[in-house]
């Protein structure tokens, strides 16, 4: 009989320790922005970002990244390998938007003539307050593992930019975690999500990401949905 504990509950997302060295990730309704400061539940968000996410790092494995994916395990589940998690947020960024507006006198919408990489320290009580290569090392991460990171984040931008170009998306900006496997190899964690990236439609600009509740742009729902058809349809 397969144990299950579960281990760690966060905004949106559960995640229970299987035997084995499997994990499941829950993709819960709840959704919150603006560190914690709006929160609110969409029926059937769960299952967009659980399916969306199992999409794509099957893109992903295709091109040969090393992901933590192995299968989906039900509606809003994914069975995944167990990783030492870095505590980092890795965000890829090609087009303005967002934090980086505060940061550089660029308007939202600008291309960026090559992709930004950022580092964030992952932890609510500082804030996930931005870092450089001294903090990482200081946290643990070492100059090669760093470098490993950035190397595959810039990889699945090159790889995901491609895939969302040939469905008319524009994928402006997106966040990654990265942990180590039993094997020692470093590989992707976390989710790719509507939740952890920004998705413009190339046409129209609109949006088909968490902006849509952030900046009340519509229904979560309807632009979630919208993107997994323009994935999977
Ligand atoms: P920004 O720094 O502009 O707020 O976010 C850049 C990108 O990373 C966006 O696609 C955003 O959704 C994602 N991102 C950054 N930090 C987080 C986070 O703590 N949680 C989630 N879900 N996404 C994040």
Not at 155 to 164: D, G, K, P
Request: aromatic content about 10%; overall charge negative; hydrophobic content about 40%.
């Amino acid at each position: 009989m397969v144990k299950l504990m579960q281990v760690y509950e966060g905004k949106a997302k559960k995640v229970i320790s299987l035997d084995e060295g499997k994990v499941i990730m829950e993709f819960k309704d709840d959704v919150t922005a603006f560190d914690g400061g709006k929160k609110a539940q969409f029926r059937g968000k769960g299952w967009l970002n659980a399916q969306i996410s199992a999409h794509l790092f099957r893109v992903l494995e295709e091109k040969g990244i090393k992901t933590h994916f192995i299968g989906v395990a039900g509606e809003n589940r994914l069975i995944v390998e167990r990783l030492r998690m870095y505590p980092l947020e890795v965000v890829v960024r090609n087009v303005v938007a967002g934090s980086l507006k505060r940061r550089l006198p660029l308007e939202e919408g600008t291309e960026l003539p090559e992709p930004i990489v950022e580092l964030y320290y992952k932890d609510d009580s500082l804030h996930d307050p931005m870092i450089n290569r001294y903090h990482a090392k200081i946290l643990g991460v070492s100059e090669a593992e760093l470098g490993e990171i950035e190397r595959i984040a810039l990889n699945v931008n090159e790889i995901l930019r491609e895939y969302f170009r040939g469905r008319g998306i524009i994928l402006v900006d997106f966040k990654l975690e990265f942990g180590k496997n039993e094997r020692g190899e470093i590989v992707l964690g976390d989710e790719i999500s509507p939740d952890t990236c920004r998705f413009w439609d190339a046409e129209t600009k609109k949006s088909l990401d968490k902006d849509v509740f952030r900046f009340d742009k519509g229904d979560l729902i309807n632009a979630y949905e919208e993107l997994y058809t323009r994935l999977t349809g």
